[in-house]
Structures are given as structure tokens and as C-alpha cells.
């Protein structure tokens, strides 16, 4: 396995008991949120790793006394970005939007009720950022319950496959003139977080047949910021450097 592949397991071991379907709305938030913010540092460190030295969020003594994810001035608000890499001289360079389906509705038994939501959400993140940072690379990530891959019935199909349709328009973003509420790469995870052994597939979401490994997933996105930056970086080996 790769570093990052250890990182997002070690991450996903870390978390609670996940909460039953029917638990309280209260519960189910937390345990979500705990997981968006655990996947976040995980992300940022193998980003880190990459040459991003000052990719938050951070371990507190990471990057000084504070580590926590950033807050920046968007086009349409200010807003808090799951993982950013931000310098002086270029502002914002890679933003990462984490977002998470963990839990069954309580009506229709599947996932699919909270997916236009969270694409929303995505949405008017990729929106706001690229507004603001138009040559930034913007990355989103939604993790699905691995209980979304089989939640289909006679009528519809599973969460996961509806998935694929419902995002792919909103992926590929080539030119910083471009659509702003589009991202560059746009990436679902099918997820089994259980404590003892979390498992997860990963996949761009203009292609539901073929998994990606992490480790090419932020090979790409490294090679982007580079290409978007190329008087400041260049990618060697997945790895940024200053030129």
C-alpha cells in the first residue's frame, strides 16, 4: 500500500463506533464530521509529504500552535476549506472539499436523499473558491457508506451508480477561465469505515467501472498545481518543487 492508503486507513481505524441509522440526528452529525476532519488531516499530510509544506490542517506543532484548516475569503463569502495550500506570493493553490454520506435515510432506507445536498454543498464551495483564486486547483472527495453500492431496488438504481451521472458534469474544470462551480477533479469513495478493518474504493466520477489508487489521485492533483503555478513549481514524481 501507499502512504496515503495507510494514512486515510489509520484515520478511518481512529474514528468512533459508527452510529445505527435510526441513532440521533445529533450523534449521526458528529460522527460525520469527526470523519471529514480526520480524512482532511490524513489528506493534508501525504500533501505535506508532497513538497506542500504548509497544507493545513495540521496536528497542533505541525505548522506552530495551530494547525486547523483555513478560512479564506471567497466570491461570494468567506468560507472554511477542509484542505488548502496557501502562500504568500500565490494565495490559494489547492483547495480540497471533503464531504461525507455515512448514514441510511429513515424514510426510503437508502442513501440517495442527502446526495443532492452534499453536491450542492460542493458546489458552492468549488464556486466561491475559484471566484476568488481562479488559477487555484480545486479537488472534491464525496465518501459513500459502502451501503450505497447496495441500495438499489426494482425502480431505481444503487446510490452509488445515480452518483456518477448526478457529478460528472461538474468535474474537469481545464482552464481557470472556466466554470467556477466547477472542479478540476472531482472523485467518489465507496467506504467501509469499520474500526477493525476499513476498506474503500476510490473513482473519478466520469468513470464508474474503473478504481483509482490514492496515490495516482494526488500524483494528479500535484501535477495540476504545478501546471497552474509553472513560474513558481514543477511536479518531479508526484513530488512539488520550487523552480
Known sequence: MSRIDDLLIAAL???PPKPADGARQADKKAYSEAMSARIAVALASELRGRGMNETRPAQPGVLGLSGAERRLAGGIGAKKVDVTWATEESGLLLGVSI???NFRDGRSKNYQKNLTNRRGDMLAEALTLHRRFPYAVVAGFL???IGASSDATQKRKSTFANAFPR???FTGRQDPAGRDEQFERLYLVLVDASPRRPVFECYH????KVQIALADVMDEL??????RSFDF???DDGIVHRV
Open 13 to 15: 481505524r481512529a474514528l
Open 99 to 101: 464531504k461525507t454520506i
Open 143 to 145: 465518501f459513500l457508506d
Open 167 to 169: 457529478l460528472r458534469l
Open 205 to 208: 466520477v466520469s468513470d464508474a
Open 222 to 227: 500535484v501535477g495540476l498545481v504545478a501546471e
Open 233 to 235: 513549481y514543477e511536479a
